[in-house]
């Protein structure tokens, strides 16, 4: 691509600032300035836009392959334990996992998101975002093994799929319940030694919490049910500590993992969750259908912790519309009583430079910064003030993205956005 396309639109948000009637110039798949129209209106053709220019949003956990089990989303469940049966049956007797994955990708590029954080289990799902030219990272997701079984097949058949991938990689021990703990051990080896990210569901519901503690309750009984009763936990009678200490003591956390959930957590967890760099996506609106109690958002941005936002798969949530999330968010936080004024602005910053970081992409992603991908999402919203549309798009900005742009390239624009340039 040759010459520079110069976006501009009524507000500016870089993620660092605020730029009234700014513009972003992108040369190839880069910006190449940030400023006001009118300092780069010579830059080259201009590209005008109504609402606001904000950094590609990152959608940092999602299961794209799911999204033609949109069905079970719509649901409402007593307990994580009755999502998961429900699930099972459905999983067990699907295919077409590309196409459902494709399908995702294309809603969730239309709802301005432009990298994601994609756990896959079906290998011909793994290059899904690589085919669609998108950032972030496929975690392949490893789930169900025995200590004995993994030695002799599963490490090798984890080492094959990893061998396709033709993207950013990384690898997704599922949960720290449904491995077995020398799994647990390996997966990490493994991350470590061949210099990849790493994503895990971790605290997501109260059963885990007595599953790993002591081996027992409604979700240690289900993977008895289910065949696993020879998982260290579950014969030991559990490892005496919460979750995220074990998840901690197995080596699955660190500045190069990130974790999705994480609702059932107190002070100290959260605590290790940030001396281990160990970033947390959030997904309120699959928290809700699951039945689980809202994350601690407010302690959270308190204590400090970085965040970042995550849609989960349409098998646990109503859309790939990670902005709904962001919403959701808004209104946890103030319900726990967080009401500080920086709210608008912490919870941009974890669907852009939270999600960015999450994934170890924040050198290249996450702010309108000159020498960075040119990932740029078009709201559309405008408000009077920069306080305002800010307060706009966190509060109310779901359904609201009205063009993606992608390493420089319009991958998608509605209508009315075309039509106002
Ligand atoms: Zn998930």
Not at 137 to 152: L, N, Q, R, S
Not at 161 to 175: E, K, M, R, Y
Request: overall charge negative; proline content about 2%.
């Amino acid at each position: 691509m040759t010459g520079t396309r110069v976006h501009t639109a009524p507000w500016v948000f870089t993620g660092e600032r605020v730029v009234r009637r700014g513009a972003v110039a992108v040369t190839g798949a880069k910006i190449s300035a940030v400023g006001t129209l009118d300092e780069l209106r010579s830059a080259g053709e201009v590209v005008e836009w109504p609402g606001t220019l904000v950094p590609g949003l990152v959608n940092a956990h999602t299961h794209l392959q799911y999204t033609h089990m949109a069905a079970l989303g719509q649901g409402t469940y007593a307990s994580f334990e009755d999502w998961s049966e429900a699930f099972e049956a459905e999983y067990s007797r699907r295919d077409g996992w590309r196409t459902s994955a494709e399908d995702g990708l294309a809603a969730a590029i239309s709802n301005g998101t432009t990298a994601l954080g994609d756990v896959v289990t079906h290998a011909e799902a793994l290059n899904v975002l690589a085919d669609g030219r998108v950032h972030g990272i496929a975690y392949w997701e490893v789930m169900a093994w025995h200590d004995a079984d993994w030695a002799v097949r599963g490490r090798q058949q984890t080492l094959d799929v990893l061998a396709q991938a033709t993207g950013a990689i990384g690898l997704s021990p599922h949960a720290p319940y449904s491995l077995d703990t020398g799994v647990l051990d390996d997966l990490g080896r493994l991350a470590r030694e061949l210099g990849l990210r790493s994503h895990v569901h971790l605290a997501e519901s109260a059963a885990e919490h007595e599953y790993v503690f002591q081996g027992a309750g409604a979700l240690a009984e289900q993977w008895r049910d289910w065949g696993y009763g020879e998982f260290a936990l579950l014969r030991g009678g559990g490892a005496a500590v919460r979750a995220v200490t074990y998840a901690g003591t197995r080596g699955v956390l660190g500045g190069h993992t990130h974790i999705a959930h994480g609702i059932y957590v107190d002070a100290e967890d959260r605590a290790l969750l940030r001396s281990t760099g160990t970033v947390v996506a959030l997904c309120p609106r699959s928290n809700a259908v699951l039945g689980l109690d809202a994350a601690p958002v407010a302690a959270y941005l308190r204590e400090g912790n970085t965040i970042a936002v995550g849609t989960d798969s349409l098998s646990s949530s109503p859309s790939l519309d990670v902005l709904a999330d962001v919403s959701a968010l808004y209104r946890i936080a103030r319900a726990q009583g967080y009401t500080a004024p920086d709210l608008h602005s912490r919870l941009f910053a974890a669907v852009t430079a939270g999600g960015a970081a999450a994934m170890g992409l924040d050198d290249r992603l996450g702010s309108l910064t000159a020498g960075k991908l040119a990932d740029i999402t078009v709201v559309g919203i405008e408000e009077s003030t920069a306080a305002d549309t800010l307060a706009a798009i966190v509060e109310a900005g779901q359904g609201s993205a009205e063009a993606t742009i992608i390493d420089g390239a319009i991958r998608f624009a509605r209508e009315s956005a075309l039509m106002s340039r």
